[in-house]
């Protein structure tokens, strides 16, 4: 199915989000996340599409300053 965008709006807005895969720490499914870049350093709550559990996002950037997503469930200590 092809994908538009609606608003001019929306696009900007897209620009500074890149999508990334995670595993879901609950059910084990792969889900599509939008990460805003503006939210490296943060750790954020978001829940699971599949099951609906709350993940808990850490957004970071690497050495070669690449983004990376980690995610942990919330019964799980630091
Ligand atoms: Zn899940």
Redesign the pocket.
Known sequence: MPWRYEHEAERKLMESLEEHTVL??????A?DVLIDIQEVGDEYIED??????P?IFNVATDSAGNLTVTVRDENESQ
């Open positions: 879901c720490p609950y059910c084990g499914e889900i699971c599409q599949v099951c609906c559990k993940i």
